[in-house]
């Protein structure tokens, strides 16, 4: 992807657009974790209930610091090199919008070195919304070509250039308790 077209995104999800991507494990749709109408539309596109929640992809824990409660362990915790990418439950700040948190008092955060997000979000000073690029239950998309023919009309972009993480979701792990909750499959 250009350097134009790069900032063009930037401008773009910080004007409200829904976008598909690849990220450090699979292909994901995203948008400003802020921005309610386009969380909304994701929610609409998986066919989702927002009381599941949502994942927070950033570059740097600071970026989700406005949506999250932690100590310096925990922080210490999350921030340590995994094996597999990890998908960290961990407690929402009284800020967290509900429509990222959904009916828990956690959410959900995955910090990456994927080169997407460590352009994007520190010039966006947030991390992005990331879920499955599928509709609930289905498979995920797997190119870029698959999101564009099963969801190209209902988004505002699919970004190419770069190469999703691999052909698994993340493992989530509880922070509290060290419970892994879902394995890398």
Same mark, same amino acid.
């Given at each position: 992807m250009s350097p134009w077209a790069l900032n063009r995104l930037v401008h773009?999800? %910080?004007n409200g657009a829904v976008i598909g991507y690849p990220t450090d494990t699979i292909w994901g749709f995203g948008c400003d974790p802020y921005?309610?109408?386009?969380v909304f539309r994701i929610f609409q596109i998986k066919q989702r209930r927002v009381e599941k929640g949502l994942i927070l992809l950033s570059s740097k824990l600071e970026y989700c610091e406005p949506f999250i409660k932690l100590n310096q362990q925990q922080r210490d915790q999350v921030s340590l090199p995994s094996e597999r990418p990890t998908t960290w439950l961990v407690d929402a700040s009284d800020d967290c919008p509900p429509w990222i948190c959904g009916n828990h008092t956690t959410v959900a955060i995955r910090i990456t070195d994927h080169p997407l997000l460590a352009y994007l979000c520190p010039r966006l000073h947030s991390p992005l919304v990331s879920t499955s690029a599928?509709?609930?239950g289905k498979s995920p998309a797997r190119s870029a070509l698959q999101l564009r023919r099963q969801f190209g009309a209902q988004l505002d972009f699919i970004v190419t250039g770069f190469n999703s993480g691999g052909r698994q979701a %993340?493992?989530?792990? %509880?922070?509290? %308790?060290g419970n892994l909750l879902r394995t890398a499959n």
């Amino acid at each position: 992807m250009s350097p134009w077209a790069l900032n063009r995104l930037v401008h773009e999800l %910080s004007n409200g657009a829904v976008i598909g991507y690849p990220t450090d494990t699979i292909w994901g749709f995203g948008c400003d974790p802020y921005a309610s109408e386009s969380v909304f539309r994701i929610f609409q596109i998986k066919q989702r209930r927002v009381e599941k929640g949502l994942i927070l992809l950033s570059s740097k824990l600071e970026y989700c610091e406005p949506f999250i409660k932690l100590n310096q362990q925990q922080r210490d915790q999350v921030s340590l090199p995994s094996e597999r990418p990890t998908t960290w439950l961990v407690d929402a700040s009284d800020d967290c919008p509900p429509w990222i948190c959904g009916n828990h008092t956690t959410v959900a955060i995955r910090i990456t070195d994927h080169p997407l997000l460590a352009y994007l979000c520190p010039r966006l000073h947030s991390p992005l919304v990331s879920t499955s690029a599928n509709t609930s239950g289905k498979s995920p998309a797997r190119s870029a070509l698959q999101l564009r023919r099963q969801f190209g009309a209902q988004l505002d972009f699919i970004v190419t250039g770069f190469n999703s993480g691999g052909r698994q979701a %993340s493992q989530i792990k %509880s922070l509290a %308790s060290g419970n892994l909750l879902r394995t890398a499959n």
